[in-house]
C-alpha cells in the first residue's frame, strides 16, 4: 500500500490531521507536524487573501528552524482547497501554494484537473476527499495521488459508507494512497484503519480538543461532555450532508430531532431566530469520535499518547492473535 515518497521517515503515527474550518491555523498546524503527524488547514481559513501568503511563510520558516535545532524532520503540512464555484478565491489560493510549494494539497468538493496539474509541476501530491465511489472515480481519472473516505461517523461533511465496506471496495481498483476518516480518535482506531486496508488515519475532531485549536473554549468542551449518539446529520447549515454537535444546534434555537431541509442557494448560512447564524462559528462541527474524547491536552502530549495506544493495540492485536488456530475445512458433503 502506497505512502508518498515525501511522508517516508516523517511520522511518529500514520495519521494526517484533517483541515477544519476555522478551528485549523498556524499553530496547530505547526504544533502537529512538530510532533510527527500530518498538519493541514482550510486555505480559506487565512483571511483576507494575503495572510495566507503570511501564514504559508510563518509554518515554513518555524518547521525550518524546529529540524534545524532538533536535527529531526517534522512532518510535511498541507492546505486544503474548496473546490466549488462559490470560491472565488480558488485561483489565487493555489497559485499561492505553488509558489511556496506546499507539499500536499487536500481538494474538495470537486477535483479540477488544474489543481492537480499545479501542485504535480513542483513534486506536490494530491489527496481528494469523497464520500462513494462515484466521486474516487472521476478524482482518480484527474491524477490525484490519493483518496480520503471520508465514512460515517466523521465530522464536517461526511458519507453514510461503512468503512469496512468502502475501503475494501476503493482498494480493489484504486492503486494509490488510501486515507480513512471516521470516527477516528484513538491510537487504536489508527491501528484499525490500517487492517481495514487504509495507508493513513485521517483525524480532526480530535485535535479540536487540544489547546493548540482555534475553537472557543465552550466548543471543546462541548465536545468532551458529547457522547456519539449525540453528533447531528444534516444537510441544512451548508448545503451539504455534515455532521454537528446536538447541543451546539440546539442552542442555536433549532430541534436536533426535526431539522428542516437544506436551501442550497444558501450555503454557508442558515437561519436560527430573527438572525442568520454562520455554520461552523455558532453551530459546531464534530464527529462520532467526540464519546472518546476526555480532555484538551497540547498537541504534543496527544499524539505521544496516541502514538502509544497505537503501540500497545498493535502488541495487544498480534498476542491475541497468535494462539488462534483455524479449525480445520468442514469436509465437502457426502465425503
Partial sequence: MPIPKLLEGRLSLP?????????????????????????SFPALNARPEPVLDEWLRRIK????????????KAAPFAVNQICHATNARLEHDVEVCTRHEVPIVITSLRPPSFV??????????????????????????EGVD??????AGAGGHAGLLSPLAFVEQTRSWFKGTIILSGAIATGRAVLSAQALGADL???????????????????????IESAAEEIVYTNLFSGI??????????????????????????????????????????????????????????????????RRDYEAARADLFARAAPFSPAPALRAAGE
Fill in 15 to 39: 495519521v494526517i490531521g484533517s483541515p477544519m474550518f476555522i478551528v485549523s491555523g498556524p499553530d496547530l498546524v505547526i504544533a502537529q507536524c512538530k510532533a510527527g503527524v500530518v498538519g
Fill in 61 to 72: 520558516g518555524e518547521l525550518g528552524e524546529f529540524e534545524a535545532k532538533t536535527g529531526r
Fill in 116 to 141: 492537480v496539474e499545479a501542485v504535480h509541476s513542483y513534486g506536490g501530491v494530491v489527496f481528494h476527499d469523497v464520500i462513494n465511489t462515484k466521486h474516487a472515480k472521476k478524482a482518480a481519472e
Fill in 146 to 151: 490519493g483518496l480520503i473516505l471520508v465514512c
Fill in 201 to 223: 488515519a485521517y483525524m480532526g475532531t480530535r485535535f479540536i480538543a487540544t489547546r493548540e485549536a482555534n475553537a472557543v473554549e465552550a466548543y471543546k468542551e462541548t465536545i
Fill in 241 to 306: 450532508h455534515g455532521n454537528y454537535l446536538s447541543r451546539s444546534v440546539e442552542r442555536a434555537g433549532f430541534d436536533p430531532n426535526n431539522l428542516p431541509v437544506a436551501d442550497k442557494s444558501k450555503m454557508n448560512f442558515a437561519s436560527g431566530g430573527n438572525e442568520a447564524k454562520k455554520a461552523w462559528k455558532d453551530i459546531w462541527g464534530a464527529g462520532q469520535g467526540a464519546g472518546l474524547v476526555e480532555d484538551t491536552p497540547p498537541v504534543a502530549e496527544l499524539v505521544e499518547r496516541l
